[in-house]
């Protein structure tokens, strides 16, 4: 009876696990048979490799990923400049500085930070972020690249503390010990010990953050401005590949060139966030094999 109960158990996780692989496979055979027609008509490079996306033109369609992809691309980019400075600084404060009465309420202070819906943050970046870029730089809104940059930033924020400070919580208290007995300051083992042994976590963290810029929607829809123009600079108006996926699915008519092109945006997107996520997961994997051994 035992042994049955055991297998059941063993089926059932086996089973959940499986469904996961099926739903993932499920959604990238999706995107790759929708988006497929859309190729007869258009060429993959110049879909991968023109500036311009104007598949409403009453002269000739034009469906290139080149702005969307630099757009992504800068608000990604921006937003790590802001977290993972703010996301190592303040997992290092809670792992080795602060208190147990702050940790108690900082920990669901960020844990609360991950859970308020992303509308939310678009609309702060509409009526608080963005008119004090505007006031800062001397232009006519705040709604560009630095507007999403900083939210998107925000968000990435508990994703990045939280693993980071379980990375630096595992690196073992010998290394610490053994610092502070050579006389190093807390601050200095913190840099100079325990941070750059825990960088493949930290690391994992980043790119785990990365993943979490790269597929945010409304956000970016919000705050970026969502010009389809190729960006000059990070002042600039700019549409990422997930607000043009918002923008125009609901509006486009279905088998048609536009509709199969913005499934092709959406496997474009698939394969670089699953890129990114299997990064850090793979360094993450050999983080914990190195921590085990």
């Known amino acids: 009876m035992k042994d049955l109960k055991e297998k059941l158990i063993h089926g059932l996780f086996f089973f959940n696990g499986f469904l996961v692989v099926i739903v993932l496979l499920g959604i990238f055979a999706l995107l790759v048979f929708t988006s497929l027609p859309g190729f ?3 060429s993959i490079k110049e879909f991968l490799f023109t500036a311009r996306w104007n598949p409403t033109s009453y002269v000739k369609p034009i469906y290139g990923l080149g702005s969307m992809l630099v757009s992504t691309l800068m608000v990604t980019v921006g937003a790590l400049v802001i977290a993972i400075p703010l996301g190592i600084g303040t997992a290092a404060y809670l792992s080795d500085v602060a208190n147990k009465r702050v940790r108690e309420i900082a920990k669901p202070v960020i844990e609360i930070l991950a859970g308020i819906p992303s509308v939310v943050i678009g609309f702060l970046g509409i009526v608080l972020v963005g008119p004090i870029i505007a006031r800062i730089f001397n232009i006519p809104n705040g709604l560009n690249a630095v507007n999403g940059s ?5 968000m990435a924020l508990p994703t ?6 379980d990375a630096l919580k595992s690196v073992p208290k010998s290394y610490s010990e053994a610092s502070l007995a050579l006389g190093a300051t807390k601050w200095q083992t913190v840099v ?3 941070i750059p042994a825990s960088m493949s976590g930290i690391f994992a963290a980043s790119m785990l953050g990365m993943g979490r810029a790269i597929g945010e929607t409304m956000t970016v829809l919000m705050a970026c401005g969502n010009a389809p123009a190729m960006p000059q600079s990070f002042l600039d108006s700019v549409r990422t590949m997930t607000a043009t996926i918002a923008i125009e699915l609901g509006e486009v008519p279905y088998y048609t060139t536009h509709y199969y092109a913005l ?7 698939f394969i670089i966030t699953f890129m990114v996520n299997m990064i850090a997961d793979i360094v993450l994997r050999k983080y914990q094999v190195v921590k085990q051994q």
């Open 40 to 42: 007869k008509e258009i």
């Open 150 to 154: 900083i939210l998107l930033g925000i």
């Open 160 to 165: 990045i503390i939280s693993l980071t400070e």
């Open 192 to 194: 100079r010990v325990k």
């Open 263 to 269: 499934f092709g945006v959406g496997l474009v997107l």
